[in-house]
């Protein structure tokens, strides 16, 4: 993805410049590069955030100035809930083309899309940004997080909760608090709870389920229908605000301040993914000084790009002209393990440059089946850790190249994701048959299509005698496996190779961390470098 042009793209979307070939552009973009649906989600977001400030802040004020058909905000509004919207039914329709594409187990299918987190933790499971949700219990114990449908509807939640997702347009709140924000494509927007239903015409609302008191529906702009159990039906407008009792409904004040707001929870989540690069590069900066570090490419600095040459006037080769020309860019990965020669840097192929795991970010995106990176790691080793932060978008070969050695002898390596999403450590052994025999040990299937698109830490470990696994810090499965005199990486290939006699091992998303050591990594470890540097 070039960030500049999606950027630029965007831009003219939202100022209604954009031509025709360049909306079909950026519908490419959008369809086939999660960092540009990333881009797009923070643009989005940002701005249906700016203007919903400027609508409850100014509102009141301007109203009278000026009609609503010509609000500002209201325009660019709705230009970013149109492309919300097409982007939805692109991610819904990319799920879709990917599970065609993969014989990975599909699983149930997706109705929604968890946006933002802040300080959450999970009683059943764990969700990062940009994860993928099917209908089922969303158990928060603590933190905020915002849950878009794939309808529009946003829902922030407040921990401890537990709210299920029903459908592409329905919720269900077993307790806890929940702000509701429901545009004209959501029309219709419910959440039910076990004495009352809340259906959405258009509007914010706040709804509060607890154990041991009354519920309670806020409405604080448009029109909701509650439809409490055993009563008659009634409809509250903005500012009007109902407790749930027993003997009936009793009107109280609306109260926004007091359910999780989504300005809110967008500073906050700014704020932690700050806090959260500065703890990564705490993290990197040790990881880079370890003695046990071979091999480690942050991805963040390059070698210099080669000075510009000028030309013009009348020593120039076009008389009376003046230009630059700059050769191609040196596409090197500086390894910043201490000690390096110059021999262990990385040598890029026919990847591009994308946004990895934060804003402003490197990271690498593998595409076409020549697209690698060239490393040489000249030490043998009898014990070693790989780890890669990486962002997979399909799994639809039999094996996808994380890491392969050129060579193939008695403890070469490899390093790979299989097309049922284990992920599999391989040890080069000499059998005595005319080609290398490899030694496998298999992860779990860990690698399903709804961990597509998002950022994951993969760590593997031997220690000589056991393999283990990980994938964001927890342990997906371990195994012994055969031990050479020596682990042999020479020079290999990172992302895609080429195996003698067969196809091309492709690794179709993105990397932006990676290193080799020789030593096995403790689970412990493994598990505080993802939670320094985890999105």
Not at 56 to 68: I, K
Not at 438 to 453: K, Q
Request: with cysteine; glycine share 10%.
């Amino acid at each position: 993805m070039n960030e500049v042009r999606i950027q630029l793209l965007l831009d003219k979307f939202r100022c209604g410049n954009l031509e025709e070939p360049e909306r079909r552009e950026l519908e490419r973009e959008l369809l086939s590069s999660p960092a540009a649906r990333a881009l797009f989600w923070r643009e989005a977001r940002f701005h249906a955030l700016l203007a919903r400030w400027g609508q409850e802040s100014w509102g009141s004020r301007m109203a009278a100035a000026v009609p609503p058909r010509e609000s500002f905000t209201r325009i660019r509004r709705g230009w970013w809930i149109g492309l919300a919207a097409a982007a939805v039914l692109i991610i819904a329709g990319m799920s879709f083309l990917v599970r065609l594409g993969s014989r990975t187990p599909a699983g149930e299918p997706k109705i929604a899309v968890l946006a933002l987190a802040s300080g959450a933790k999970w009683t059943n499971a764990g969700y990062a940004p940009g994860a993928l949700l099917a209908p089922g219990w969303l158990e928060l114990k603590s933190g905020v997080v915002e849950i878009e449908f794939f309808t529009g509807a946003r829902v922030v939640v407040e921990g401890p909760a537990e709210f299920r997702l029903v459908s592409r347009n329905e919720g269900f709140l077993n307790f806890g608090k929940i702000t509701a924000h429901v545009p004209p494509q959501a029309h219709g927007f419910k959440v039910d709870s076990s004495d009352v239903t809340v259906t959405d015409y258009g509007t914010d609302f706040g709804f509060a389920v607890w154990h041991d008191q009354p519920s309670e529906v806020h409405v604080f702009n448009g029109r909701v229908e509650i439809s409490p159990f055993g009563m008659e039906r009634r409809v509250l407008t903005s500012g009007e605000a109902v407790r749930i009792e027993a003997g009936g409904l009793q009107n109280i004040e609306a109260n926004q301040a007091s359910f999780p707001s989504e300005a809110e929870l967008a500073m906050h989540d700014d704020l932690e993914e700050q806090q959260r690069f500065s703890a990564w590069e705490e993290a990197s900066g040790l990881l880079s000084r370890d003695p046990a570090t071979l091999l480690y490419y942050n991805f963040e600095r390059q070698l210099p790009d080669p000075p510009v040459y000028k030309a013009g006037g009348a020593n120039g080769v076009t008389q009376g002209s003046n230009f630059e020309r700059q050769l191609p860019k040196t596409l090197v990965l500086l390894n910043q393990a201490g000690g390096a020669n110059g021999g262990t840097q990385g040598t890029i192929v026919g990847c591009t440059w994308a946004a990895g795991r934060w804003p402003g970010k490197k990271a690498l995106d593998f595409r076409g089946g020549g697209d690698r990176v060239r490393i040489s790691v000249p030490q043998n080793m009898t014990r070693l850790t790989f780890l890669a932060w990486v962002r997979v978008d399909s799994l639809s070969n039999g094996f996808h190249s994380l890491l392969s050695a050129d060579t193939e002898q008695a403890g070469s390596l490899r390093w790979e994701l299989t097309q049922t999403g284990r992920l599999r450590f391989s040890i080069g052994r000499d059998l005595g048959h005319s080609n290398t025999d490899w030694e496998a040990v298999n992860s779990d299937a860990f690698m399903m299509p709804d961990r597509f698109g998002q950022w994951l830490m993969l760590v593997t470990t031997f220690d000589g005698s056991k393999v283990r696994h990980f994938c964001n810090g927890e342990s997906i499965g371990s195994g012994f496996a055969y031990s050479p005199p020596n682990l042999i990486i020479g020079t290999a290939d990172v992302g895609n190779t080429q195996v003698i006699g067969m196809n091309t091992r492709r690794f179709m998303g993105s990397m932006d961390e990676l290193a080799i050591l020789d030593r096995a990594m403790s689970e412990e470890e493994v598990r505080r470098f993802y939670e320094a540097g985890r999105p």
